[in-house]
């Protein structure tokens, strides 16, 4: 097993925290997880692929996306900006939505701050998830958000791969 791939992953009640390093600089990493460009091609699992993606980056914009299930099924989400230090940290709050943007009472919603550490021409990435509650995080672990962001996060992996090999 090659452990420089590996995710660590940290739950508590209302947490959980995922830790990696990529083989690429910081600043690319950092475009990966800010432009839509990027966005659309990693961040759903390989099961359940984005549909739709649109991002106004920066504080107070809106990142609007949807997932669609081999089923045809769209899921959407949205989420708000709420701080962005370039190639350093993004902090958003992600929501369920509807396709037209309105927040979907009863679904989780998710404070995520992501940093980005430049060490020796690799990027350690920090994801930290934060619910509000016991009950929703477990209502997120539920819906199989833990191997469905491990996947997406494989995904980023791959795309990073085939940028930096151009």
Known sequence: MDLS?????VQTDTE????????APRELVFQTFSE?????????PKNCPVSSCTVDFRVGGEWRYSLRTS????????????????????????????AEGDVID??????????????NRETH?????????????????DMGFMPGFQSALANLRELLD?????
């Open 5 to 9: 791939r590996a995710i660590d992953i």
């Open 16 to 23: 959980i925290s995922f830790s990696l390093v990529l083989d």
């Open 36 to 44: 839509a460009e990027h966005l659309r091609k990693w961040w759903g």
């Open 71 to 98: 089923g045809g099924e769209e899921h959407w989400a949205k989420a708000i900006y709420d701080e962005i230090t370039v190639n350093e940290r993004i902090v958003f709050t992600d929501y369920f939505s509807t």
């Open 106 to 119: 009863g679904k989780p919603s998710k404070k995520v701050a992501v940093t980005f550490d430049d060490v």
């Open 125 to 141: 990435v920090n994801i930290h998830v934060q619910l509000a509650s016991v009950a929703e995080r477990q209502q997120l672990v």
């Open 162 to 166: 085939k940028i930096e090999d151009k």
